[in-house]
């Protein structure tokens, strides 16, 4: 099977992927970690004016974790990372690699991938942080797997990790409700390709910048540096239009999901379970009607943990894979949607020809 057959328009050309066939890039082990602290929806009620019905209703969310003051988007990412090493049996020092996607790093300099690097002993590895919010676990995985089949690396470590509610504005019911804290991570390493293929298939990415004002965090930027006016104008929180954020995820999801299929010759009904970005279960339903597929071929924690941004695809793939609902062999779909607009789809035929892991 040809790993990749995209249109001549496509941004994802061929050109760009030429000549890979040899090398395939398969992710080893997943991990994840969220933080203790359980918020749920009756919690909210006391913090600003909304209800457990309200938010179950329209966003499907019933809790979400809450990360400690004190702890940090790294603190969540080295604990998904040592235990996505683990699973995939990788030492820290094979790392050439590691990439955090992020839009709450610990600071604006230096990257969050340093300093998950030095607490696991990674000397070899290049770091940086991917900003594409919501589609950064998509993008940096994207990123990174040309990284690895350019054949100067081999190893790489992939994060998505969020804490959120350091930027959440808790006065704002429109937004509070929705998000929380956590991190995955996932082990990539290029092999020679199988028959068939194990590993990442195919992937599309895109964006439009001409929507970046409808999910932003304005201040603390070179646009709005942090003054007293920008802090007493809650510049440093997130902000959403929500009901164009959710149409617009509904139709760049879809087409993502349907254009990542294509290129890897396969259709909806080879893909045995589907990824999605965690945002709204309305927003999921709506893509499975567009792409006429049962629920039950999505995996959804939306429920437990609320929207993670870049770490809620990592968070659930991790537990899909520990709880046996995508198995040695199965096509995984993962699909994302975030501010910029950015957007994003990969597929992957999960484990590997021999071993099945
Ligand atoms: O992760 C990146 C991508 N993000 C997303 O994909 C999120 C996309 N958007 C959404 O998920 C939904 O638009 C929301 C969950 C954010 C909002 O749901 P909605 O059904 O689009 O609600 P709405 O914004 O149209 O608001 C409906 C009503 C409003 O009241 P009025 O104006 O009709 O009186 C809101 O003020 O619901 C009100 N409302 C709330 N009520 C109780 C908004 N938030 C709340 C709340 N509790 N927390």
């Known amino acids: 099977m040809k790993t990749e057959n ?3 328009a496509s941004p994802n050309s ?3 992927t030429a000549g890979i066939d040899a090398l395939t890039v398969r992710m080893l082990g997943t991990g994840c970690y969220v933080p203790e602290r359980i918020m749920t929806n009756t919690e909210l009620e006391t913090i600003v004016d909304t209800s457990e019905e309200w938010i179950r209703t329209r966003t499907g969310i019933g809790e979400r974790r809450i990360a400690r003051s004190g702890q940090a988007t790294s603190d969540l990412a080295l604990a998904a990372s040592q235990q996505a090493l683990e699973t995939a049996g ?11 996607a992020t839009i709450s790093p610990d600071m604006l300099m230096p990257n969050t991938a340093c300093f998950v690097q030095s607490r696991l002993g990674a000397p070899a590895a290049t770091c940086f942080d991917l900003e594409a919010a919501c589609s950064g676990f998509l993008y940096s ?9 350019a054949g100067r690396m081999q190893t790489a470590l992939v994060i998505g ?3 959120l509610s350091a930027f959440t504005d808790w006065d704002d019911r429109n937004t509070c409700v929705l998000f929380g804290d956590g991190a995955g991570a996932v082990v990539l390493r290029a092999e020679p390709a199988t ?4 590993g990442i298939l195919s992937s599309v990415t895109g964006a439009d910048g001409n929507l970046a004002h409808l999910l932003t965090l304005p201040g603390g930027g070179s646009r709005h540096p942090t003054s007293g006016e920008t802090v007493a104008g809650r510049m440093h929180y997130l902000k959403m239009a929500g009901r164009e954020v959710f149409k617009h995820a509904v139709r760049c999801m879809s087409d993502a999901a349907n254009g990542a299929l294509q290129k890897c ?15 709204n279960l309305r927003i999921i339903q709506a893509i499975g009607q567009r792409l006429n597929v049962p629920m039950d071929r999505f995996y959804m924690n939306l429920e437990r943990y609320g929207n993670m941004s870049a770490a809620s695809i990592p968070v659930a793939l991790d537990e899909a894979v520990r709880n046996e609902r995508i198995r040695p062999g199965d096509i995984v779909l993962m699909v994302a949607f975030g501010g910029g607009f950015t957007w994003g789809a990969t597929v992957m035929r999960w484990g590997t020809a021999g071993n099945g892991r």
């Open 6 to 8: 995209p249109s001549p």
């Open 14 to 16: 061929p050109s760009l």
């Open 90 to 100: 990788v030492m820290a020092d094979e790392l050439d690699l590691i990439v955090t």
């Open 141 to 149: 995985l994207e990123v990174a797997r040309h990284l690895l089949l």
């Open 161 to 163: 990790a969020e804490k």
């Open 195 to 198: 028959t068939p293929v194990h």
């Open 265 to 279: 010759g396969l259709t909806i009904d080879d893909v045995d379970c589907i990824v999605p970005h965690q945002a």
